[in-house]
């Protein structure tokens, strides 16, 4: 059966790492011998207990989270975190700093305008384009914000942060739902942290929160117990029933990571992808255009066009005849888009980076 | 590797119909010949929204939803939909008529409590204990309530509706998470209807709604997007990532429901099942007691008591041994509960059954 896998470069969900599945499927029906699949465990009982302690230990050895920060599993997707960021955290007065990079982060600015007022420190669509992540010196920063939000990654523009905006005392909140793991990290900058596992750390159904423990204590109780980031944290994120699936299935991944080095050496891997595509494209001669300015190139969403749309279009089928998938740039901007997030191999890229060579000679 | 799983009566994450695991297990590298993983299919892609669409076509036809009324797919579980409901629903001066029969009724009364002013129609705790459903004259209901809330079957208490409230003009609103599917449903009595996937129908990590349509319209819009109805059922689901797995496995078990023969089939299972445990109980001779009126006895969750939480101890532990698990009942309350939804076989029962009656001999 894997043998007939295609090269999958969809944006999310997305591809897996194979032994992370195939760990799953050996084990589908009868979890370690427990006399019944883990979807069939309770969320409070020993057995699943012992996974999601594992899924923290893991997240946090990989990232290295210091004892000042707690990991909380959610539901909802990056989506309902825009919902329940300011939900929790704005004054009665501020409803946070947001960095508009792109698609999401306007998402994210718009469920804030919902709940309170916000305040706009960046945004690159005032060029008419988010071609780029803005430089420290642009940003209109408050001295009253709740916090500073970022997207750390924007899927969908192809650009990415690699030097952290400095907010000073304001805590940094960062939705990295697509480069979560991509390279160490240093959890001490930020307030919070919170990313859709569909991207770079397993399925859809689950979503991660890494937030500064003493900011728990400045969450507001005004919004339904549900929605607490305090309640979830007291809870060790089971004050419900918790999509224990997608849990286990992060999990797997992460022992994946860490049999493959870790995010040191998945860094080294991501830069090699990468420089791959880009390369391609830049001695391309023009053949492949980069919209991105250079240095807010993303590592994880490499996007670039070719002359026209119907040439796009050719290339993208015929990279799909060649088992390439998951190629087509989202519906708001078109072209050509490579998710090339932790999970998909140096030799999937390298693919991809032969391919558009070929494709340009035969054109 | 099935041969050896157990008899598990787990409440919820809760036993699955093996064929629905078994398909599940065979494609879960490649699934139909599509090169990858149902997990790693785009949730905008064809290959999902067949399951998509495929999973609402079965819902409907096996719950004969009327063209009145639309399904939701949504990520919080139950636990959400208890913030949710009133967060849409409430209007500036109610928030309810709220139908107290156990311990989640009353916490959805609690987050109503968050976010606007409910009234409380009846509550079974005012006996001091919850062992039984209200009859319809026992109910104080408000004239201007923009719902009723019921829990229809109480997990904890062992206690379920089998009739349902009259509420004349006010829309009826079930939380059906243990219950939804164990026979025919006439879904024109309810506004809403919202369930938990991870008892009756499928994995933790989803929560079926289902709002009759003209309710959209009068849902608020001075909630967050992600939250609001009316959104989501604009957007058929898909106004974020939604977990394509967990409702890829609902797929799975709604298609083991129809080749079983449907609700009506299994009704007439869970009525076999039920009696069984009950009538073990009853014919006793009091060595097994049920708490609860017979009336209010729940088809889905029997609980029943031992003469001390000793017996009670050993009595779990010896059906343990004999492969029999999760018969402990909830950490609040204690003794043995039974979670025989639809997916335990009839023979795990009598299993069940046969034992009491063995244990009972010995002791």
């Known amino acids: 059966m894997s043998e007939q896998r295609h090269v999958n470069f969809n944006p999310g ?3 897996l790492p194979l032994p992370a599945l ?5 084990e589908f029906l009868n979890y370690e011998g427990s006399g019944m699949s883990i979807l069939e465990h309770s969320h409070r009982g020993p057995v699943y207990t012992a996974v999601h302690e594992q899924t923290i230990a893991l997240l946090t050895e990989l990232l290295s989270i210091p004892p000042t920060h707690q990991i909380l599993f959610m539901q909802g997707g990056a989506s309902s975190q825009f919902a329940l960021l300011p939900m929790n955290l704005r004054t009665d007065s501020h409803a946070g700093d947001y960095i508009v990079t792109g698609t999401w982060a306007k998402k994210a600015l718009a469920e804030a305008k919902v709940v309170g007022t916000p ?3 960046w945004d690159g669509a005032a060029d008419g384009t988010w071609t780029r992540v803005p430089k420290q010196d642009e940003l209109d920063l408050s001295q009253n914000a709740p916090y500073v939000h970022i997207t750390s990654n924007n899927t969908i523009m192809g650009t990415q942060f690699f030097d952290f905006p400095d907010t000073a005392n304001v805590p940094l909140v960062a939705d990295m739902s697509s480069d979560i793991l991509w390279r160490p990290l240093d959890i001490s900058k930020f307030g919070i942290i919170y990313a859709g596992a569909q991207k770079n750390m397993g399925p859809s159904g689950i979503t991660v929160v890494i937030i500064r423990k003493d900011l728990l204590e400045q969450t507001r109780t005004d919004l339904p117990k549900i929605f607490r980031y305090r309640e979830i944290a007291a809870a060790n ?4 029933t918790i999509p224990t699936f997608p849990v286990y299935l992060v999990r797997n991944v992460l022992m994946w990571l860490k049999d493959e080095g870790g995010p040191a050496e998945i860094e080294r891997r991501n830069r090699k992808k990468a420089a791959l595509i880009y390369t391609a494209v830049d001695e391309s001669g023009g053949f492949y255009r980069c919209p991105v300015e250079a240095r807010s190139r993303s590592v994880m ?3 670039f066009r070719l002359a026209t749309p119907e040439m796009e279009k050719d290339f993208i089928a015929k990279a799909a005849d060649a088992g390439m998938v998951g190629l087509k740039g989202h519906r708001s901007v ?8 932790n999970a998909m191999p140096v030799a999937g890229v390298e693919q991809l980076a032969t391919f558009m060579a070929d494709y340009q000679k035969r054109a």
């Open 22 to 26: 195939e760990r799953a499927q050996k």
């Open 237 to 240: 994120s089971l004050q419900n």
């Open 119 to 121: 305040h706009v420190a």
């Open 334 to 341: 078109g072209g050509i888009r490579a998710s090339i997030y």
């Open 13 to 15: 969900p997305s591809t």
């Open 301 to 303: 969403n490499p996007v």
